[in-house]
Nanobody, 126 residues
Framework: QVQLVESAGGLVQPGGSLRLSCTAS????????IGWFRQAPGKAREAVSC????????YYVDSVKGRFTIFRDDAQNTSYLQMNNLKAEDTGTYYC???????????????????WGEGTQVTVSP
């Protein structure tokens, strides 16, 4: 019954945009930090962006600053990752993760996670 589902990955040209969503079922996200991590082939999974519960403070890895925006709609039990000006190096599997009473720092920097979604593929290619 407890589930995180990512959606809206896909194939996009460099410079294009995608909006990923992460929707929780079976529980409320309102007391969870939410994060987006990604993993490219041959590379370790890395934190991309996280958002705290309540105060909605955010973290972004340097490589996506100014291009990606994370936000949450607790009424819809959903987090979104708006990705603009996509680059080939953004290609990878994107995973939604959560941490109860977490912050953007504890989740993205310390890696203190509770649960993972199955991931959605993002491919940036001409």
């Amino acid at each position: 019954q407890v589930q995180l589902v990512e959606s809206a990955g896909g194939l996009v040209q460099p410079g294009g945009s995608l909006r990923l969503s992460c929707t929780a079922s079976g529980f409320s996200l309102d007391v969870y930090a939410i994060g987006w991590f990604r993993q490219a082939p041959g590379k370790a999974r890395e934190a991309v962006s996280c958002i705290s519960y309540r105060d909605r403070s955010t973290y972004y890895v340097d490589s996506v600053k100014g291009r990606f925006t994370i936000f949450r709609d607790d009424a819809q039990n959903t987090s979104y990752l708006q990705m603009n000006n996509l680059k080939a190096e953004d290609t990878g599997t994107y995973y939604c993760t959560i941490a109860r009473y977490g912050t953007s720092w504890t989740l993205c920097v310390n890696g203190d996670t509770d649960f993972w979604g199955e991931g959605t593929q993002v491919t940036v290619s001409p």
